[in-house]
């Protein structure tokens, strides 16, 4: 028979000796201080533009709708090969329903239709993209199509 053995007693917990001299810094000067930090509206992933959050399109409970979009004028130098194309944008619609940035994402075949469609599209308009009834500034994207 096996003897039982004592279980081995816990050793001392090893004390610090050390003790940190923790201050609370004074803030009362600073009536608002910007520190990057983005705030968390329930999962959505919105981005601090200027001031002002701007959403995907995707989080929106209602999308920017058009209300006056004319198309471009196609570009001399591909209506003369016969090149048709298109041209894929991100528009940054406003508050107000304006477009307040406009970035090409992609353009087939490029080097044709890009100029054409960054100076049209900043005079589209829109009704702004809303959250819980509230307009809201938001990106959208969308594809110009050059047919002849």
Do not use: C
Request: hydrophobic share 40%.
């Amino acid at each position: 028979m096996e003897e039982a053995k004592e279980p081995e007693k816990p050793k001392p917990e090893q004390k610090n000796e050390f003790t940190p001299d923790l201050a609370r810094p004074d803030l009362s000067r600073h009536s608002a201080i910007d520190v990057g930090v983005a705030v968390n509206l329930g999962g959505m992933a919105a981005q601090d533009i200027g001031g002002q959050f701007v959403f995907e399109a995707y989080e929106l409970d209602q999308p920017p709708q058009v209300i006056a979009r004319t198309p471009p004028v196609y570009p001399y130098k591909a209506r003369e090969k016969g090149i048709e194309g298109a041209v894929q944008i991100k528009l940054l619609v406003n508050l107000n329903g304006s477009v307040g940035q406009v970035i090409i994402l992609d353009a087939r075949p490029p080097g044709y239709f890009e100029d054409a469609v960054m100076k049209n599209a900043q005079n589209w308009k829109f009704a702004p993209g809303r959250i819980g009834g509230e307009a809201v500034t938001a990106w959208v994207v969308t594809t110009v199509r050059f047919q002849l």
